[in-house]
Structures are given as C-alpha cells and as structure tokens.
C-alpha cells in the first residue's frame, strides 16, 4: 500500500518570502501522479499542482513549483512571493494510474501553513 | 461551470441514528470519491464510484454505504451513527479518463451527539 509523509506538521513564512513545504511517499509502482491540495477555513480542497511520476520536468503553477525527486521518492512544494491568502493546511497525495483500477487518493497528514505580515 | 455541490453543509445527529449526505458532481464528470476527515485520522478513502458502480472501497465497516445514481449524482449512507464518526465528509469528482484532476466539494460536517 501507498503511504504519504509530510513531517511538517506546521510551517510559517514572513509575507513575500519563499517557502518550500515536504512530502515524501513510498510506492512499489513505477507510473502515479502526486498533487498538492490546499484547504482554507473554508474547508473546501483546492488543487494547487500536479505531477506525473513519468514526467521528469517539474511542475510549475505561477508561484507554486515542485521538487520532484522519484529515485528518492520526494515531492516537496515551494511557494515564492508568499501572500496572506496562502495561508492554509497543505496536503500532498499519491494517486495510481486508472489502468490499475484504485482511483483513490492517499493523503499525507497536512502542513498548516501559516503568514507573517 | 458549477462546481461540486455537497448537501448538507452541516448535520447535528444522534449515536444510533443514520444519516444521508448527497453530492452532486461537475457536469459530465462520471467519477465521484467520498473521503472522510477527521483531527485523529486525516484523510481517509471511504469508496468511489463510477457510472453507478462501485470501483473501489475503503477500509470502513459496512455501516457506511454509498450509491450512484445515473446523473452522477452520489450518496452515502451511514448506519447506526457512533460519536467516532463525526468528521467532515468531503466528496470529490473527476472525468473518466486518467485525467487525473479531483474537484472537491466543500464538504457536510457530522456531528454526532
């Protein structure tokens, strides 16, 4: 079975600067993809950015980069310029091809990010 | 485009009873996951189902059940409510392609008293 580790259970970053949150997972598969979700007060989970394991170029979404390290199994998050409205739990997922008939997402346990004005 | 449409938003209910949560997924999206979440365990996968059949189950006991109907539209079901089930219950929805994209609703709160 697939699990995800964040270690980080929280984080804070002064307004503007750069921070970069961790994940790792482990997995026997060799094709998956990894995301970045991120839950406001509001509850709801949105997705920040997403990986393809056979991709070897990180993603990237304005402000929000990856790092990923499939050897070591490792998916960090860097969020630049960082604004109030980043503030939230941070959690990064594992997800299996279709092809292999297990749809679900395996959750990390959060990083609760939070900015400094 | 509406996004995902969990009903309802919060639900105040007794140990013993049972509850329904309904989720509406994006129009055309075929997939729908329930997960839940609690401050003890995280995240968890409940099931998922696709054209109204069930591709995948969580590790929960059978109290909790779900269903799809030929909208898309989903539904879980929880039996003979117990405190250790209060948590917030989010749905999520996606295409049937391996596009891997999840749509989250903003979940039902359970609390269970």
């Known amino acids: 079975a697939q699990t995800v580790t964040q270690s980080q259970p929280e984080m804070s970053v002064q307004e503007a600067e750069t921070v970069t949150l961790s994940c790792t997972y482990d997995?026997?598969?060799?094709?998956?993809?990894l995301f970045w979700y991120k839950q406001p007060p509001s509850r709801q989970m949105i997705l920040v950015i997403r990986q393809e394991a056979y991709k070897q170029q990180n993603a990237t979404e304005n402000r929000f980069s990856v790092n990923f390290q499939k050897a070591a199994k490792s998916f960090s998050l860097k969020i630049s310029d960082s604004q109030l409205g980043d503030a939230a739990m941070y959690f990064c997922?594992?997800?299996?091809?279709?092809?292999?008939?297990?749809?679900?997402?395996?959750f990390g346990t959060g990083t609760r990010l939070t900015i400094i004005p | 485009k509406a996004g995902v449409t969990q009903t309802p938003r919060y639900l105040i209910k007794t140990r013993g009873q049972q509850v329904t949560l309904s989720c509406s997924p994006i129009s055309g999206h075929r997939s729908v996951s329930w997960y839940q979440q609690t401050p003890g365990q995280g995240l968890q996968f409940l099931f998922e189902y696709f054209s109204e059949t069930q591709r995948n189950k969580g590790n929960f006991p059978g109290r909790f059940s779900g269903r799809q109907f030929s909208n898309s539209r989903s539904e879980m079901n929880v039996s003979t409510l117990e405190l250790g089930d209060s948590a917030l219950y989010l749905c999520a929805s996606s295409r049937d392609t391996d596009q891997t994209e999840a749509f989250f609703g903003q979940g039902t709160r359970l609390t269970v008293v």
């Open positions: 997995t026997s598969e060799s094709d998956y993809y």
């Open positions: 997922a594992y997800r299996s091809p279709i092809v292999l008939g297990n749809e679900k997402l395996t």
